[in-house]
């Protein structure tokens, strides 16, 4: 598995380019279309995951599913596990690639914290459940973020055992 990852929009969002068997998904598309289609030139792009609705995670959103013609988080042919993982965001999923032991976690899980939970749609009881669905993964997989440097399950969990 490849995975690219550009920074978009004012808040810098992670927007991921991953490929794999010649077959690319973009995940977060936080806005700079032509930055992300650029990026994604001479692949075959065949899903656009979202893992919440934030403006800064869907701005270029839009654009990208008409121009691939391809809705958001539906995909063929990858073993992903959507993980419901509310508490920044109500609707706010993780996407679990288990051959890879590999999690997109948007904004609930960054380097050593966790996403925000007092804005509207956001919850701290969520989010500890959230939170503790997500510490019985390996602790091997590795985490990318929708903002921030990559982590690991390893190294986050003596921080988010801080907030159950």
């Not at 979202?50 to 995670?57: F, L």
């Not at 869907?58 to 073993?79: S, V």
């Not at 993964?137 to 055992?161: A, C, W």
């Amino acid at each position: 598995m490849q995975i690219e990852m550009i920074k978009v929009g004012e808040l810098r969002t992670n927007c991921y380019i991953v490929t794999k068997n010649e077959e690319t998904i973009i995940i977060d598309p936080g806005d700079e279309f032509q930055k992300i289609q650029e990026k994604c030139q001479n692949k075959n792009v065949v899903g656009i995951l979202v893992t919440h609705h934030h403006y800064d995670h869907i701005g270029a959103l839009k654009q990208l599913e008409e121009y691939y013609n391809l809705k958001h988080n539906t995909f063929n042919n990858w073993n992903i596990k959507i993980i419901p993982s509310p508490g920044h965001a109500s609707d706010l999923v993780c996407f679990y690639f288990k051959d890879d032991k590999i999690l997109f976690s948007g904004d609930f899980i960054f380097y050593h914290t966790i996403g925000r939970y007092d804005l509207e749609g956001s919850n701290f009881i969520d989010m500890k459940k959230s939170i503790q669905n997500i510490i019985t993964y390996p602790i091997d997989t590795i985490v990318y973020p929708g903002h921030g440097k990559s982590t690991t399950l390893k190294e986050e969990i003596p921080y988010l055992k801080e907030y159950i």
